[in-house]
């Protein structure tokens, strides 16, 4: 009776947690391409459009992100064993 019991304990505890795992991503983040080329991301949770990032290439083949007031946030390049490294 025991086994039983203990059984349907881990049963309804791996549904639970199934359930409150979500099966895709809720990221929120939606990137388009401007008229100039460049990709610009936004959080869709943001009503105001605080978070707005700009993502251009330069001729060195570096992303530089930006965000909606021209700030450079952070530069991102792919390094000679294939890892894309952000400073």
Do not use: H, W
Request: aromatic residues 10%.
């Amino acid at each position: 009776m025991k086994k039983i019991t203990l059984t349907a304990i881990a049963f309804t505890i791996i549904f639970g947690v199934q359930l409150l795992t979500p099966n895709q991503s809720e990221a929120g983040i939606t990137c388009k391409t401007n008229y100039l080329g460049q990709t610009v991301c936004r959080d869709t949770n943001d009503i105001m459009g605080n978070n707005t990032t700009t993502i251009t290439r330069d001729y060195l083949g570096n992303d530089n992100y930006t965000n909606k007031f021209g700030q450079k946030q952070m530069t991102c390049k792919t390094d000679y064993l294939g890892n894309y490294v952000c400073n």
